[in-house]
């Protein structure tokens, strides 16, 4: 993995999506799962521990999730709906006993309008949003379902509870040490007898750094490594290694702080950073193993198939939009950014932020970075970016995922959605976006909604409300004998299906 430690096993993951890719549904189900099973097509839902749900036509607030029969925790007890309910407590009840911190942190802000929720019976559990919110199906798919009685033979202490997590997914957890591995075994008796895992074993390590990563793999320390170090990928091809990649729905931007005192608050220094920024040359430095930033999600995206607008690399543009707002090379703007040095989908991060910072250099816009460790950056994120935590600067690089309407923009857009309540970490504010997210949020068929959420992105990107710079194409390097694995144009990958040959 390319996080720098191993992710927590307590159903709502640190480490970004990578965390949730690997400890989060791995270990455990969702209510709502992801269909990884195909490379042709972008990922879609289906039904995980619930076979169905609905929403309540009279009040549109309320849904209904109706839970698998037969499904078990991998201790052998059933699932029941108290166990869904104690699990959505964890995150959203600070109050409760068995309220978890670190997962409220990382799950809190995918279901932000979840207002109340119970379980009328063993097999059903309702939700009620403080607004109508139809993206509600795409937030459960974060929230692993964890067992109770697990966490209460654990001295009903989430720290205690990790090293031996109970959960229903296709992996059980044999060990776990958070700064050198985890060890996960084939749960025989997966209530999807298709999924019940190829191999016997799956083992995961926290290597931050790419070229340590190859080295693992050169030396058969691991059959599989995430984001190989570009510059490796042809002598990794030349010794036979398979390397995979697939467009998938993956930002590379900087996130910009809009709010009062920032200096991104003018539109035309947006504007003027992103012409400055040469994508091709980008790709060039990256050995082809991106596509060029087109907005928040990638040119072709059914979110971004005809844009009104598409940022070019034209320094002169740039310097004369810049000019106007009195920024020069000799009347240099000087702000800061937050990066890290690795993460969850950050591809080539210092390389990358160096590239972009000699580029904008050249325009009159001097960055400074303020360099966090990746997890420590997350955090950041959801504190705002005018906390002390987040030592002054005025835009954040965090790639993330693009996979719903809300975790591709709404999350970042929606006014009353500034930290701790979401990830409107530079404090973005426009009534004209609230009213289009609304209109977002309550629209339940799927093409209508599709061309609501074309118009958002489409304001985004002419706005340049971010740094638009790169979709990655999530290489991954692994053993000629990883045989099975299918790449989903997704953050997410199904592991189930790979086998190790000799």
């Not at 857009?413 to 289009?436: E, H």
């Amino acid at each position: 993995m390319t996080a720098a430690a191993v992710p927590l096993t307590n159903g709502v993951p640190d480490q970004g999506a990578e965390g949730h890719r690997f400890m989060g549904i791995t270990l455990y189900d969702q209510l709502i799962h992801w269909d990884l099973s195909k490379s042709d097509a972008p990922a879609t839902l289906v039904p995980g521990l619930a076979t169905a749900w609905t929403v309540d036509p009279a009040n549109p607030r309320r849904w209904t999730f109706t839970l698998r029969d037969g499904v078990k925790f991998h201790d052998g007890k059933p699932l029941t709906a108290q166990d869904v309910v104690f699990s959505f407590d964890r995150v959203l009840k600070t109050d409760a006993p068995h309220f978890d911190r670190s997962a409220a942190a990382f799950g809190r802000v995918r279901i932000p309008t979840i207002a109340s929720y119970e379980a009328p019976d063993d097999k059903t559990f309702v939700v009620e949003t403080r607004t109508v919110d139809s993206t509600v199906p795409y937030g459960v798919s974060w929230i692993g379902i964890v067992h109770q009685a697990a966490w209460e033979a654990a001295g009903r202490n989430w720290d205690n509870y990790m090293p031996k997590a109970v959960g229903t997914g296709p992996w059980k957890l044999e060990s776990w040490s958070i700064r050198e591995r985890a060890v996960l075994v084939r749960n025989p008796d997966y209530w999807d007898a298709k999924r019940v895992p190829k191999c016997e074993r799956l083992v995961l390590l926290p290597l931050s750094e790419p070229n340590t990563r190859v080295a693992a793999l050169r030396s058969n320390q691991v059959d599989w490594i995430e984001a190989p170090s570009p510059d490796a990928v042809p002598s990794l091809r030349q010794a036979g290694f398979t390397i995979v990649t697939n467009q998938y729905p993956h930002n590379w931007t900087w996130q910009f702080a809009t709010a009062e005192g920032s200096p991104w608050r003018d539109a035309r220094i947006r504007r003027g950073a992103n012409l400055a920024i040469d994508r091709a040359a980008m790709k060039g430095m990256l050995g082809g193993l991106m596509d060029e930033g087109a907005g928040m999600l990638p040119q072709g995206h059914p979110w971004n198939n005809v844009p009104r607008f598409r940022w070019a690399f034209d320094q002169a543009a740039a310097r004369r939009l810049l000019a106007e707002a009195g920024v020069t090379p000799r009347t240099p703007l000087r702000t800061k950014i937050g990066i890290s040095v690795s993460g969850s989908g950050q591809m080539q991060p210092m390389a990358m932020n160096e590239a972009v910072q000699q580029m904008l250099k050249e325009v009159g816009i001097e960055i400074e970075f303020e360099v966090f460790e990746w997890n420590t950056l997350l955090s950041i994120w959801r504190d705002g970016w005018k906390a002390p935590s987040n030592r002054g600067i005025t835009g954040i690089n965090i790639s993330f995922t693009a996979i719903d309407p809300f975790t591709a923009l709404i999350r970042f857009l929606r006014s009353d959605l500034a930290p701790p309540a979401g990830n409107n970490w530079g404090g973005f504010a426009n009534p004209d976006y609230d009213a289009l997210i609304g209109r977002i949020l309550s629209e339940f068929d799927p093409a209508a909604q599709d061309r609501l959420v074309s118009e958002l992105h489409a304001k985004v990107v002419e706005d340049a409300l971010f740094l638009f710079v790169a979709h990655d194409l999530n290489p991954r390097a692994m053993h000629r004998r990883v045989q099975g694995f299918v790449q989903a144009r997704s953050w997410f990958q199904d592991l189930t299906p790979v086998r190790v040959g000799s």
